[in-house]
């Protein structure tokens, strides 16, 4: 039962525009939801993450924004750069859980010059 | 500042042998987490460790299992091995140990099982 899922497999855009990777997840006990960004050979790195309690967060070029009632969340990256170019990982947590993570499959951003 | 250390970073083990893996958490992290990922696949939750007891577990079998030191250092055994345990194992730590909160991640151990 994939509680977390990121649909599209790959990205791919062009430099300077926007890239807006999706994510859905079924359970609503998920409170917390958080974006990695994962190189070859490196482990996931940290991106940004969004509470429950908010419908939009924003740091730099990266923005997350959550639906609630649509159990959807994405982040957008405004303008795609091309070292932007690494696999994307949607994240969901919930408070009262020992910080587990459920994680999403992942999505291949390319980033095109 | 080092990051979240693993080792080894490449091994190959054969069925129904046994493997060890080792972490080492950013100083003054306490919470040491562990997940699998298969290829292709997101990373899965396996063990979660807060000051030396588990705090949490994910679907796995028994022939996981893991612990963390006095200083907060984490290991990572799995006996009998299958095919299907062939995967990386990623470590990471935290500063926090119930609430959220971004996870730090080393760079992993691949582990193949022929």
């Known amino acids: 039962d994939q509680q977390v899922k990121q649909n599209s497999p790959s990205l791919s855009v062009q430099e300077g525009r926007i890239s807006i990777l999706n994510c859905d997840y079924t359970n609503s006990m998920f409170d917390y939801f958080l974006w990695y960004k994962k190189y070859p050979a490196e482990g996931p790195t940290f991106l940004i993450s969004?509470?429950?309690?908010?419908d939009k967060n924003e740091d730099g070029r990266f923005t997350v924004f959550l639906n609630k009632s649509a159990k959807h969340l994405s982040l957008h990256i405004v303008p795609s750069q091309p070292g932007d170019s690494a696999v994307y990982f949607c994240?969901?947590?919930?408070?009262?859980?020992?910080?587990?993570?459920?994680f999403g499959t992942g999505t291949r951003l390319q980033v095109t010059l | 500042d080092a990051g979240v250390t693993q080792s080894p970073t490449h091994l190959i083990k054969t069925r129904g042998q046994q493997v060890t893996l080792r972490c080492s958490p950013i100083?003054?992290?306490?919470?040491v987490s562990w997940y699998q990922q298969v290829l292709g696949q997101g990373p899965q939750f396996i063990f979660q460790?807060?000051?030396?007891?588990?705090?949490g577990r994910g679907n796995f079998p028994d022939r996981f299992s893991a612990r963390q030191f006095p200083n907060y250092s984490s290991e990572l055994n799995v006996n009998a091995l299958l095919l299907g345990d062939s995967a990386l194992y990623l470590c990471a730590s935290s500063s926090l140990g119930m609430d959220t909160g971004e996870l730090f991640f080393g760079e992993g151990s691949r582990l193949t099982v022929l």
């Open positions: 994240a969901a947590s919930y408070t009262g859980t020992a910080s587990k993570l459920t």
């Open positions: 969004i509470s429950s309690i908010k």
């Open positions: 460790y807060y000051e030396k007891e588990e705090r």
């Open positions: 100083s003054g992290h306490k919470s």
